[in-house]
Nanobody, 123 residues
């Protein structure tokens, strides 16, 4: 069982930055690929980024590539999402998720989810 708790959301102006964090419980954190997803009102949950268990591989949606950076610190059981050059279309609830051992961009393949944190970007 893995429990995930996100922090760091808030209100920011377009062009600004935010850093989200996701703290995980459990002793096998490095065995999990971690992902960030987001869901805007009236839209489906979409993939944002993912990182491999050791942190050596990262994956991004085209819409955030070059602006967002995902990383992890396995000593702290925490993943991060640094979001720069934020746009109003980045407004959504952001969710952290964990998938055992394999990478996926499909939310249906993730085993554990956090409660989400709201990110609002004003124009």
């Amino acid at each position: 069982q893995v429990q995930l708790v996100e922090n760091g959301g808030g209100l920011v102006q377009a062009g600004g930055s935010l850093r989200l964090s996701c703290a995980a419980s459990g002793r096998t954190f490095s065995s999990y690929y971690m992902g960030w997803f987001r869901q805007a009102p009236g839209k489906e949950r979409e993939f944002v980024a993912a990182v491999s268990g050791g942190g050596g591989s990262t994956y991004y949606a085209d819409s955030v590539k070059g602006r967002f950076t995902m990383s992890r610190d396995n000593a702290k059981n925490t993943v991060y999402l640094q979001m720069n050059s934020l746009k109003p279309e980045d407004t959504a609830v952001y969710y952290c998720a964990a998938r055992f051992n394999y990478y996926s961009r499909d939310a249906r393949n993730y085993d554990y989810w956090g409660q989400g944190t709201q990110v609002t970007v004003s124009s």
